[in-house]
């Protein structure tokens, strides 16, 4: 598959379950947490969660099973079991690192829009040793709203100074994806372990869908 080099100035990209393969990751930690309290887990609280921000998924939390802490103390228990992960262990999807290099090669700017926490997601691309492709990195709490809303992407494509007509969005997230595209981003959505379901959905609304990077041609 070729990439749209003509009409793309930028990229967008999500980190978790798109440039890393960390989604299993998060479902794991949330299994393991409940089961501290005796709570069984279930599928649908990594649907509900999906596109929430760590606060708001700490809330939820609190909220749903009633927990006997803080939800500052929920999410430095969280912060702390991911912390070695993202450190340590999590790669990349299959072709990030070739594929970031082509696209630096033809002058794309790229940034990254996470959900994820700003220490986390540094951790990891710096280890990985592709930090040093993106211009900056911005998180769902700089801007104050999860990616059921534009503000993330469209603070990125402010910041990076592209038309968002040329400007590429990269997520696994169909609600991400269906926001993205709504206000003019084109789409790539990649597949990941957690969200494979939807994968007629997401192709529905995808520009291109991948099932990884090395789908794309050298």
């Known amino acids: 598959m070729k990439?749209?080099?003509h009409k793309t100035s930028a990229c967008i990209f999500d980190l978790d379950g798109t440039l890393l393969d960390s989604m299993g990751l998060w479902q794991d930690i949330d299994k393991e947490y409940l089961a501290?309290?005796?709570?069984?887990?279930?599928?649908?609280?990594?649907?509900?969660?999906?596109?929430?921000?760590?606060?708001?998924?700490?809330?939820y939390f609190l909220e749903r099973f009633e927990l006997p802490k803080t939800k500052?103390?929920?999410?430095?228990?969280w912060n702390e079991?991911?912390?070695?992960?993202?450190?340590?262990?999590?790669?990349t999807k299959p072709g990030v690192h070739a594929f970031l290099a082509d696209l630096e090669a033809h002058n794309i700017k790229m940034c990254i829009a996470t959900s994820c926490t700003k220490?986390?997601?540094?951790?990891?691309?710096?280890?990985?040793?592709?930090?040093?492709?993106?211009?900056?990195?911005?998180?769902?709490?700089?801007?104050?709203?999860?990616?059921?809303?534009?503000?993330?992407?469209?603070?990125?494509?402010?910041?990076?100074?592209?038309?968002?007509?040329?400007?590429?969005?990269?997520?696994?997230?169909?609600?991400?994806l269906q926001v993205a595209k709504k206000e003019g981003f084109q789409t790539c959505a990649v597949e990941d372990i957690l969200t494979v379901h939807q994968n007629k959905e997401v192709k529905a609304v995808a520009d291109i869908f991948i099932?990884?990077?090395?789908?794309?041609?050298?």
């Open 72 to 77: 500052e103390e929920i999410m430095d228990d």
């Open 81 to 91: 079991m991911a912390e070695e992960a993202y450190r340590d262990t999590i790669p």
């Open 3 to 5: 990439f749209p080099y």
């Open 211 to 218: 099932r990884d990077f090395t789908e794309f041609e050298r």
């Open 36 to 59: 501290r309290f005796n709570i069984p887990f279930d599928d649908q609280i990594s649907e509900d969660i999906k596109s929430m921000t760590f606060n708001e998924s700490a809330d």
């Open 119 to 176: 220490e986390h997601a540094l951790l990891a691309l710096d280890r990985l040793g592709i930090l040093k492709y993106f211009d900056f990195l911005l998180t769902c709490k700089d801007v104050g709203k999860n990616k059921e809303f534009p503000d993330v992407f469209l603070a990125c494509a402010k910041k990076l100074d592209v038309p968002i007509e040329k400007t590429m969005v990269f997520e696994d997230l169909l609600v991400a």
